[in-house]
């Protein structure tokens, strides 16, 4: 049989794969949030991890990611963001021993702007069966604590042309907290970031930890 004689697949077959990613993503993440709903207010800590509200342990290694970046309304030169009344398109980086060791994704006209610290990006062969490890799903930065260390936070206007900085702070990890972790900051000429609420989880917390925590 040739090319020409073989058969050929219906055209509603190439408009279902998408749907069915859409679906099977959609799936496995309510599978990882339905299992850490099991049970209380906040997750539940399985021996490895610390308790929520407790300081960073020296020398541990922790998820760490910022849920939630609030900038004020006007750049750093006291102008709008971008032309007419466009808001700034949000997008951040965590540094740690001076070296990046994350960047988020572009938040698109947003003075304030959050992001998950769960992410499963699925392919067609991925329907078949795939096991998800942590590493694939959390979307973070891996830092190790030390007191007298920091990581910063450097933020940035997303354009096309050229991204246009709107500030940076540096958090010290002894100011760090198991779980939600809010900073307020006044404008300077050199920042115009008004909050910053980051969230951090040891990475030997089990799967239900880390799902209740990043989602």
């Given amino acids: 049989m040739s090319d020409f004689d073989a058969p050929k697949k219906p055209a509603w ?28 207010d906040g997750p539940p800590v399985d021996g490895s991890a610390q308790s929520l509200g407790t300081k960073l342990v020296n020398g541990k290694t922790y998820y760490l990611f ?79 604590s030390t007191d007298d260390q920091h990581v910063a936070v450097e933020v940035v206007d997303g354009d096309v042309a050229d991204d246009d900085e709107a500030g940076s702070v540096e958090i010290l990890f002894k100011d760090l907290r198991v779980g939600t972790n809010e900073f307020k900051y006044e404008k300077t000429p050199d920042s115009a970031i008004r909050r910053v609420v980051l969230k951090a989880l040891p990475v030997d917390s089990s799967l239900q930890d880390l799902v209740n925590l990043m989602k």
Wanted: no cysteine.
């Fill in 66 to 144: 910022a849920s939630l970046i609030e900038l004020y309304p006007k750049n750093l030169d006291g102008e709008n963001w971008d032309l007419g009344d466009g808001g700034p398109d949000i997008r951040y980086r965590v540094l740690w021993q001076g070296n990046e060791v994350f960047k988020s994704k572009v938040k698109d006209d947003s003075l304030i702007a959050d992001w998950s610290g769960l992410g499963v990006e699925l392919e067609w062969s991925d329907l078949l069966g795939k096991k998800f490890s942590p590493d694939e799903i959390i979307k973070g930065a891996r830092v190790r």
């Fill in 13 to 40: 077959v190439g408009a279902l794969v998408p749907v069915l990613l859409v679906l099977a993503s959609a799936g496995l993440y309510w599978f990882f949030s339905a299992k850490g709903e099991g049970g209380g």
